[in-house]
C-alpha cells in the first residue's frame, strides 16, 4: 500500500515506478485507487498517469468524487454515498495478482466515511505493508514523525520511505533532511525519485524508478552513497554568520 504524509508528495509517481518494476520482473500487477477525488468523470484520475508511466492495465478504481476534498467531503458534497472501506478490501483480496499495490488519497489519516474510516483502517484490514511517499524539504521532518507514529499506533508494517520528488537543484534542507528522514525512520531511505519524473515517457520512467528505488522494490538505488552525497553537498554550503 502507498500512502503521503500529504497530497502532492509523489504517491502516484511511486505507486508507478513500484509497478513498473514489478512487472518488468514478469509480475502480474494490479494497482488500485479505491476512492479518486478532484477529477470528474469523463477527466483522467491517478490511474491512468500509472498506466502511461507503467504500463500497467490492471486498473480499479472503486469510487470517484469530483471535488478536490477528503473522500468524505466530497462525497457529502456530491450527495453520493462514501466508500465502504470493509467490501473495498473484501474486493482488493479477490485480486488473484502477484502484487497488488493500493494507492490511497492524501494522507494516512484522511477520512472515506462520516464515521472516521480512514487508509490506515483498510490497511490494517488488509494487513498491508505502507510504503511513505514524503517531501524533502521543510516541514517534512514533522510529518513524516507524525504519519509513522500514526503508522506505529495502528499496528501497521512500515514498507520503507521514499521521496517522492527530489529536486534537480536541491537546498540545504533538502540535503540535510535526508539524514534525518532515515533517523526518524530507524531504516535508510527506501528511494527517492527525480522531480518531473511524472513527465518521462514510459522507458525513461522505467530507468527512473530502476535508480530511484531500493532493491527491496525492485530497483538499484543505494541509500549510503546518496547520504553521503548529500552530506557532502550540504557541508560545502556556505554557512551563515
Known amino acids: ?3 503521503g504524509t500529504d ?3 509523489g504517491k502516484t509517481v511511486v505507486t508507478a515506478a513500484v509497478a513498473a518494476l514489478a512487472r518488468a520482473r514478469g509480475a502480474s500487477v ?3 485507487k479505491p476512492a479518486q477525488t478532484g477529477v470528474r468523470p469523463d477527466q483522467a484520475g491517478d490511474l491512468e498517469e500509472v498506466r502511461r ?3 500497467v492495465g490492471d486498473l480499479h478504481e472503486f469510487a470517484r468524487y469530483g471535488d478536490a476534498l477528503s473522500p468524505a467531503a466530497a462525497a457529502r458534497r456530491a450527495e453520493l454515498p462514501p ?3 470493509i467490501t473495498a478490501a473484501e474486493r482488493i483480496r479477490a485480486l488473484d495478482r502477484d502484487l497488488v499495490i493500493v494507492e490511497g488519497a492524501g494522507g494516512l489519516l484522511v477520512r472515506y466515511d462520516e464515521d472516521g474510516a480512514t487508509l490506515a483502517d483498510l490497511a490494517h484490514h488488509l494487513r498491508a505493508p505502507v510504503l511513505l511517499a514524503v517531501r524533502p524539504g521543510l ?3 514533522n510529518h513524516t514523525a507524525l504519519t509513522l507514529e500514526a503508522m506505529a499506533n495502528h499496528g501497521l508494517e512500515p514498507a520503507g520511505v521514499v521521496i517522492g520528488s527530489w529536486p534537480r ?3 540545504l534542507d533538502d540535503l540535510c533532511n535526508v539524514r534525518d528522514l532515515e533517523t526518524i525512520a530507524a531504516r535508510p531511505l527506501s528511494g527517492a525519485l527525480p522531480e518531473r519524473s511524472g513527465r518521462l515517457s514510459g522507458p525513461e520512467f522505467l530507468l527512473a524508478a530502476r535508480d530511484g528505488l531500493a532493491p527491496h522494490l525492485g530497483g538499484v538505488f543505494d541509500a549510503a552513497a546518496f547520504r553521503a552525497d548529500c552530506a557532502a553537498r550540504a557541508g560545502s554550503w556556505n554557512l551563515i554568520p
Request: charged content about 10%.
Open 83 to 85: 466508500l465502504d472501506l
Open 53 to 55: 508511466l507503467a504500463g
Open 1 to 3: 500500500m502507498v500512502s
Open 30 to 32: 494490479a494497482v488500485v
Open 169 to 171: 537543484r536541491p537546498g
Open 7 to 9: 497530497t502532492g508528495v
Open 139 to 141: 516541514g517534512t521532518l
